[in-house]
């Protein structure tokens, strides 16, 4: 007689805990700059995408990829929108990972006068 009320109970339970659906966990998304290249961010914030497919994403803009830098690695934001200081951090012992690009090719161009033909790196020296 035990038993069927222990398995009553327990299915009880079951159907209940069936019915909690869980919540997205906030994503804290950092980008160093108000500039074209974030556009998409702003876009899929703006008219709920993030929400529509079940994501809680809060973009947070921070002056300057290196201060972006800093709060992923002291785990103050989740993501980084950051190209060159996650490089430079990883060299330095940080534990990141670079995963993609967002953007085809670099938003900045370099120009010298012609005789210049390599760039030193003067730090190595």
Not at 47 to 64: A, C, H, M, R
Request: aromatic share 12%.
């Amino acid at each position: 007689m035990k038993l069927p009320f222990w398995i009553a109970i327990v299915c009880y339970f079951m159907l209940g805990l069936s019915e909690v659906q869980a919540q997205p966990r906030r994503i804290t998304v950092v980008y160093p700059s108000m500039s074209g290249g974030f556009t998409p961010l702003w876009i899929a914030n703006e008219e709920g995408l993030f929400t529509k497919y079940g994501s809680n994403v809060y973009p947070v803009y921070i002056q300057g990829g290196s201060r972006a830098v800093q709060a992923l690695i002291a785990r103050d934001a989740d993501v980084a929108i950051v190209s060159g200081g996650v490089i430079e951090a990883s060299l330095r012992g940080a534990d990141l990972k670079f995963i993609a690009a967002h953007l085809p090719n670099l938003a900045f161009s370099l120009y010298a006068r012609p005789e210049i033909r390599q760039i030193t790196n003067y730090a190595e020296k």
